[in-house]
């Protein structure tokens, strides 16, 4: 056993550990944030209210029709998207050709009409959800004990993050995808139906929020500001990783994580800060972020 | 003729009017403000809540039968110090606020004490917990009525330290009210014979709570205490659960705990948590009664003990001034408030000191197990009744300068 700065080594990897299950969250919702920019150029400031509506989706799933927490973790993203598809062809889709501001201020509007509906009807303490019976307990790991629910949270957020990247990076869905957003009327000249596909885009980047809403939901108090406590650090978290890229939302979401779980340790007054003093320092070296080109 | 028979209606209207307007010439005006929490972790605990404890005050006193014209406001301060200071100035000064209710967050209660005594106007705090505004940050202006940091820590961390939890790790909310309840419990405790052994910030609000969880258990302490509120000690409670503390053997204490919190945790969670609290609903029939009329106005939900607070000063105010018959000098109210010995339906009989700290009894109260909860707002059973002369700190140890030095 040895210290570093007076914190023992096994705290230490506890924390790195328990940062980076935070950070999985950050990278679901900043690739969802990424997806939708990159491909609409929209700034989706609903996505908080998108990431709480999954988890109440969840709740309601099991307190009003009986379905359990594992139906629910494809059931409530299912339902969000399509919420977000509505909102999409409805709303959003008129304002493509005007400046990202309008995107922003309309679904900042959606964000608050959203949860101050929730707010009315089920109050701001939140809702009880349990930890599903599969995942309850958890292992003691020498340095930690760590919840079962936690290992499920990052290993179930890897796997949707680099599948994410996978087929937009690798397929050829994804090719039409990053086409599109390049020169959409090119695309839709060689037949691919673009208006659809970027209907679609959006469902799905609203879906992740959803998902990641019903991960939550077990852990966090299921409450109607839950997405906008987290959002802004998750938009820091794009800007940080550059906005529209999708492995660097993904990346830098872990990354964040664990360096907000070493600031919990060190100095953990300034955990609420720390991401965004590095956001600051990132605009000022390499204002269009880590990973994003510079255009 | 329809014609004819519209104007003569407004005169007859136009008629009614001056005269009442008359007749309330002869009544004192009350206008009260309650600012509070209305969106955020505090909503549910004052909110609306509050609101309608006023109201329901302002129907019991039958204000009206004694000659005053009450008049209720409300607005959200968003727990933010600056919006809650922005929005008492406008109250006091262009709006004829009279007396400003519940003002939960402590931070946004210190800045609106201090503008009360500014303006001599009348501030009846419910909602904030600092024992500064009864101690060196005290004011002639200023009652605080349901609960503090003290009273709170010496409930729960005497009692917990007694039971044989002697020593202590706290979570800590890092602004006024957390810090001053942190302070107050670690000397309730080491009166007591137990010992802290250590403490961690985390910034309000908070989500995550799980890095804390993990040095609470390091820490090896018998008991973990959350010195936070609302929205913080179910998302530390939830966690705490999720990861074994209780399982290995340390005890929680949630010290400022209220029914709503345990309502949004579930009794599964929160089963065998020991809290103090100055009101529960479900504690004697007055209170039941109260209850009852407050859910009916608030879609099913059982007040908070703060909306207790706001109902009980709301009717000892309006008791001062319908002997006053005056609402200008914020402090000869105030002074008048201390004088009167205080009865309700609530709180029974008690008494406001002379550094404003309004006396009554607290309750230690235990979470019932899923199993013993016999409805949906069943969650406590009564462990212990700290009466009124334990439950506060001595009035010599607060520092409040109106207290005269012996």
Known sequence: MFTIFGVPSAALFGQLLLGLINGSFYAILSLGLAVIFGLLNIINFAHGAQYMMGAFVAWMLLNYAGIGYWPALLLAPLLVGAFGVVLERVMISRLYKFDHLY???????????IQGLFRNQYGVSGLPYGIPAELRGGQALGFMFLP??????????????????????????????????????????????????????YGFGVALAGFAGVLAAPIYSVNPNMGADLIIVVFAVVVIGGM???????LTGFALGLVEGLTKVFYPEASATVIFVIMVLVLLVKPAGLFGRAT | MTDTMTRLTRLA???????????????????????????????????????VATRLAVEDFKAAEKGLKVEVVSADHQNKPDIGSNIARTWFDQDGVDAILDVPTSSVGLAVSGIAKEKNRVFLNSGSGTSDLTGRSCSPNTISWTYDTW?????????????????????????????????????????????????VRHPFPGQDFSSFMLQAQASKAKVVGFANAGGDTINSIKQASEFGLVQGGQSLAGLLIFVTDIKSLGLQTAQGLVLTEPFYWDRDEASRAFARRFAERMGGKMPSAVHAGVYSSAIHYMKAVAELKDTKDGAAVVAKMKAMPTDDPIFGKGAVRQDGRKLHDMYLFE?????????????????ATIPAAEAWRPMAEGGCPLVPKT
């Open chain 1, 103 to 113: 995107g922003l201020l309309l679904t900042f509007g959606l964000a608050l009409i």
């Open chain 1, 148 to 201: 079962n629910y936690r290992a499920w949270v990052v290993v179930a957020s890897l796997v949707v993050c680099l599948v994410t990247w996978f087929v937009i990076e690798k397929t050829k869905l994804g090719a039409y995808l990053r086409a599109a957003t390049e020169n959409p009327t090119l695309v839709q000249a060689f037949g691919v139906n673009v208006p659809l596909m970027i209907t679609l885009t």
């Open chain 1, 244 to 250: 529209g890229s999708i492995l660097g939302s993904i």
């Open chain 2, 13 to 51: 209207a136009t008629a009614v009017c001056a005269l009442a307007a008359s007749a309330a010439g002869a009544q004192t005006a009350v206008k009260f403000g309650v600012l509070n929490d209305r969106s955020g972790v505090y909503a549910d605990i004052t909110g609306e809540g509050s609101v």
């Open chain 2, 151 to 199: 009273a709170l820590g010496n409930g729960t961390g005497a009692a917990m330290t007694k039971r044989g939890g002697n020593t202590w790790f706290f979570v800590t909310a890092d602004y006024a009210f957390g810090t001053a309840l942190e302070r107050d419990a670690t000397e309730a405790i080491k009166k007591a014979g137990g010992t802290v052994a250590g403490s």
């Open chain 2, 367 to 383: 979470v019932k197990k899923p199993a013993e909860s016999k409805g949906e707002w069943d969650l406590y059973k009564t462990l």
